[in-house]
């Protein structure tokens, strides 16, 4: 990778003239096409494009996105592929599936094939860019996997019972132990640590 990010740090770039990039935690990204593309090979990226002669191509999650005068961020963990346009307009295309994405539109192609188009919620989705991490009724596992993100470690629920019970809060990701903290209470359940930074909830 040209770029990567480690626990917690954002890194920016300019891969070519008329774009930018800004690189979320644990995400790593390679220019292709002489940096005329980017390939986000795993994380999360903030992209501005202000280009007039072709579009900017970034390659994520099995899916490409492509735009000449857009801001948008994309999302890419699992098998999961998310595409959040916030200016401009972008065309997202995963398995021959094509979304022509407006400002304020996202679409979500699931790893079980599953394609959800819907109204962004830019405050939720970018916090990340002002360094939080915002839940709103997050399922636990889900709201585990984001918070791994920031986590020096890993979090892993051992109480399954609890795996969709609602998380909702907002963390700064410079203290994003403060999280553990309130899953605990959330959950009623003890945070065991183990050597190599594994937090057992549960």
């Known amino acids: 990778a040209d770029e990567r990010t480690g626990v917690g740090q954002r890194r920016s770039f300019t891969p070519m003239a008329g774009v930018e990039v800004e690189l979320n935690s644990r995400s790593s990204a390679s220019r292709i096409a002489g940096g005329l593309g980017l390939d986000l090979i795993g994380g999360e990226a903030f992209v501005t494009v202000a280009l007039d002669d072709r579009p900017f191509e970034v390659l994520a999650g099995g899916g490409t996105v492509r735009a000449r005068q857009a801001a948008f961020n994309v999302q890419s963990f699992a098998d999961e592929l998310c595409v959040t346009c916030l200016t401009g307009s972008v065309v997202a295309e995963r ?97 065991r640590r183990l050597p190599g930074g594994v937090v057992l909830l549960g």
């Not at 002002?130 to 636990?140: E, N, Q």
């Open 95 to 191: 398995n021959g599936v094509r979304r022509t994405l407006d400002a304020g539109r996202e679409v979500i192609f699931a790893g079980n094939g599953l394609i959800e188009e819907q109204r962004a919620d830019p405050l939720t989705r970018l916090a990340w860019r002002r360094g939080l991490l915002v839940l709103r009724r997050t399922p636990v596992t889900d709201a585990i996997a984001q918070i791994n993100r920031y986590f020096p470690g890993r979090l892993v629920l051992t109480d399954s019972a609890k795996s969709n019970w609602p998380v909702t809060g907002t963390f700064h990701i410079d203290q994003i132990e403060v999280a553990v903290v309130q899953l605990e209470r959330l959950l009623d359940v003890s945070a």
